[in-house]
């Protein structure tokens, strides 16, 4: 037992004094790198903004060429870059309130509708690429407001069209059942206007046709001298009223948007000689269009008993109340969770998306039918946990081409892959009619490209906060080492391959860890147990000594031999680690620094600043150093 004591005693005072002649060890080479150290971030620093000057050059002559572009052909809509020409626009479009004469024709409304979906389009697309502006955020801030008030004019447009078909209902074909209904439909929009002429119980569903879009009639309705709305708003730009409220929820908004509207009934025109009087009930005293709440207040009368207390109220107000089963179509392409997906509506004085009222939800994943019961006519829309792909299960980036690089990414039910490159970024997969019409046939920004994702369930954007979100072993990096990494794996893109690393997620936060290889380009990428992979360590808040340091080291190959650490002076990293060579202060000079070796160079080209930019775009979105 004495023995064993001693022996335990001398490994204690061993260990004891290995430690610290390896915190000598570090203390000392710190010192003696100290000047080396203060240089690297200097450099990387001035080779961002080289990078900065370049894209400026870029961006301005893409811009006058735009302009003069826009100019040749005379184009209607204004350009989005201009305040004055939006306004002016906006102005003159929602002034213009005229209605044809007669009929419920809406060709003239989808020419405008046409333009203005255009005008969305390029105010998104102004929007996503912002982002390197000097200032974007103002620019943002601009741009989000005309697109906002773009789609209250649209909006207020179909209420204009609304009332058109209500005063109107006389030159409509019935249905058999003698009640009104309209339907039209184009790429962007599916509507549907019933009206209650007969106010006979027997018919108790509206079936509009088009995008499956159907409605029961609870008997309060049937029994009352209104008219119900359904319009379907695709397109990326539909949910931007909604999305403050969605973000701040940690919600997605899948598919289209659908307004479900009840409104009041106009009595019939009445017809006398040559002239024709039409109602004008159905407008509100600001001109909008008047719109009904459901479930209809009962008056009170005197006679009435009161109830005896509140629980009683809540008790009769809910059994009163009459449900719709509802259905409609998403759009297709569209990937949903069935753990996370749901329906909501519009919660107005809440500014969010609420599941009060809404019951026996169903949404088909194959065919995209969607039905729910609803006791509220409010926008409503097919909702999804916006961050359901984190944390990412792996990721990885490899070079494709000259100044160009495929960034994969696995989440928890879905995988993407996307192609970075100078023009921007496109989905490679996943690939189905949807994505391959829209977002593999055409570059795209990258804040757009990935929004359009979103749209359509695949939620790959991470979050800038923990907020209202609940991950296990997920710890959030410090902005510093992540951007400091992101700045390294993007300068040397077109030189490396890299991964996820398993020991990133567990390390503190202050710290980022991620594998990484030399590659060729057509070079194909290694399997996971390759032994040419290495791992990179970057910490900014390097405790040696009584001062933190911004440093990293590669890790040593687990096959480096006794004397190789030796002669490496047996120094270890942050947390034991044993390096592979020397501390440096920046990521990109620990890459650039592990291309002195044998291992084969991917390119001698020069990599342009331009693609630099992209896909540290995609990666300050993505997130995959917090979230991996």
């Known amino acids: 037992m004495i023995s064993e004591a001693r022996i335990a005693e001398q490994l204690r005072k061993e260990q004891e004094a290995r430690a610290q002649q390896q915190r000598e060890a570090l203390e000392a080479l710190f010192a003696q790198e100290e000047q080396r150290l203060g240089e690297q971030p200097e450099a990387v620093a001035r080779l961002l903004e080289e990078h900065a000057g370049k894209l400026r050059v870029i961006r301005e002559a893409k811009e006058k060429e735009e302009q003069w572009n826009r100019f040749l052909q005379c184009q209607e809509l204004p350009d989005p870059r201009s305040e004055r020409e939006v306004n002016a626009f906006l102005d003159t479009w929602n002034a213009d309130t005229a209605v044809a004469e007669q009929g419920v024709n809406l060709e003239s409304l989808y020419k405008e509708l046409h333009l203005a979906e255009m005008l969305c389009d390029e105010l998104e697309h102004h929007f996503s690429v912002a982002t390197g502006a000097d200032d974007a955020t103002v620019t943002k801030h601009r741009v989000a407001d005309h697109l906002l008030r773009v789609r209250a004019v649209i909006n207020a447009k179909w209420d204009l069209a609304t009332v058109q078909i209500l005063q109107n209902i006389d030159y409509a074909t019935r249905e058999s059942n003698e009640n009104f209904q309209f339907t039209s439909v184009t790429n962007r929009y599916a509507a549907g206007v019933w009206g209650n002429l007969t106010k006979n119980p027997r018919h108790k569903t509206i079936d509009f046709g088009e995008r499956s879009m159907t409605s029961s009639l609870p008997k309060p309705l049937v029994l009352s001298n209104v008219s119900i709305r359904m319009l379907l708003q695709s397109g990326l730009s539909a949910a931007a009223p909604f999305e403050v409220g969605a973000r701040a929820a940690n919600l997605s908004i899948i598919g289209p948007i659908l307004y479900f509207d009840l409104v009041e009934m106009p009595d019939p025109p009445k017809v006398c000689d040559n002239w024709t009087i039409r109602p004008t009930s159905i407008f509100s005293r600001d001109g909008k269009l008047k719109r009904l709440q459901y479930p209809f207040k009962k008056p009170v009368t005197e006679e009435e008993e009161e109830p005896a207390n509140e629980e009683e109220t809540e008790t009769a107000d809910v059994t009163s109340i009459w449900p719709m089963s509802v259905t409609y179509e998403l759009d297709s392409g569209c990937v949903l969770q069935q753990d996370t997906v749901s329906v909501r509506w519009w919660n107005e004085e809440q500014t969010t998306w609420d599941d009060d009222g809404i019951s026996d939800v169903e949404v088909d994943l194959a065919s995209g039918l969607v039905k729910f019961k609803t006791i509220h006519f409010s926008p409503t829309a097919v909702i999804q946990n916006a961050y359901a792909e984190l944390p990412y299960i792996d990721w990885d980036i490899r070079p494709s081409g000259t100044n160009r690089a495929i960034a994969r990414i696995r989440g928890l039910f879905n995988d993407i892959q996307v192609e970075v490159g100078e023009e921007g970024c496109r989905l490679l997969h996943p690939s189905n009619k949807y994505t391959q019409t829209y977002l593999q046939d055409k570059w795209h920004p990258t804040a757009l490209l990935f929004k359009h994702l979103s749209r359509i369930g695949l939620g790959f954007i991470g979050p800038t906060s923990m907020k209202g979100l609940e991950m296990e072993n997920v710890i959030l990096k410090n902005p510093l080492v992540e951007e400091a990494c992101i700045n390294g794996i993007s300068l040397c893109a077109s030189r490396f391959a890299f991964r996820r690393s398993t020991g990133n997620r567990p390390a503190s936060s202050s710290k980022c860890m991620f594998q990484f290889r030399p590659l060729s380009i057509g070079e194909e990428t290694p399997a996971l147990d390759d032994e040419s992979w290495r791992t990179l360590v970057f910490d900014v808040n390097w405790k040696v000594g009584e001062k933190a340091y911004q440093a990293g080291y590669v890790l040593a190959r687990p096959e480096t031999s006794e004397f190789e650490l030796k002669s490496a002076r047996g120094i270890v990293g942050s ?47 993505i997130r995959p150093l917090c979230f991996s």
């Open 575 to 621: 947390d034991g680690d044993v390096m592979d060579g020397t501390v440096h202060a920046s990521p990109y000079h620990l890459l650039m620094a592990t291309l002195d070796s044998d291992m084969p160079v991917a390119s001698s080209s020069e990599q342009s600043a331009l693609f630099t930019r992209k896909l540290s775009e995609v990666l300050l979105l």
